[in-house]
C-alpha cells in the first residue's frame, strides 16, 4: 500500500487524490472489459481526465466483480477554472464529493 500512495502524491495521480468533484462517464463495455473516462475537478476548479480501464473477474472469491485494470492520464488542464459545463444530454453523472449521495445530472 505503501508504493501505491507513493505514486498517487506528487505524480500525474495526484488530482485522483483530495479533488473537489467528479464527473463518470458511461462506461463501453465490450465481453468482460469496461472503459469509462473520470473527470477530476481540483479545488481551484481544473479538470483531469482519466480513462479507467476494468475487468469483470471470472474466479473466485472475486466472481463477476469488476477490478481496475488500468488508469490512464488523458488530459490535464491548467489556467483559468472549469467553465460549468451542459451536461443534461451528456450521460454524465457528477458527484461532489461533500454530497456524494446526491446526484446531479447537468440540470
Excluded at 5 to 15: D, F, K, N, R, V
Excluded at 48 to 65: A, G, K, N, T, Y
Aim: hydrophobic letters at 35%; aromatic letters at 6%.
Amino acid at each position: 500500500m505503501d508504493k501505491f500512495t507513493e505514486l498517487l502524491q506528487g505524480s500525474i495521480y495526484a488530482p485522483l487524490v483530495g479533488h473537489q468533484e467528479r464527473l463518470v462517464g458511461r462506461p463501453t463495455i465490450v465481453a468482460n472489459e469496461a472503459t469509462l473516462l473520470v473527470t477530476v475537478i481540483n479545488e481551484s476548479g481544473l479538470p483531469s481526465v482519466f480513462r479507467f480501464i476494468l475487468r469483470r473477474q471470472d474466479s473466485d472469491p472475486f466472481e463477476h466483480c469488476w477490478m481496475t485494470t488500468a488508469v490512464i492520464p488523458s488530459m490535464q488542464f491548467g489556467g483559468g477554472p472549469l467553465d460549468q459545463p451542459d451536461l443534461s444530454a451528456s450521460g454524465i453523472r457528477t458527484v461532489d464529493k461533500n454530497r456524494p449521495n446526491e446526484r446531479h445530472d447537468g440540470e
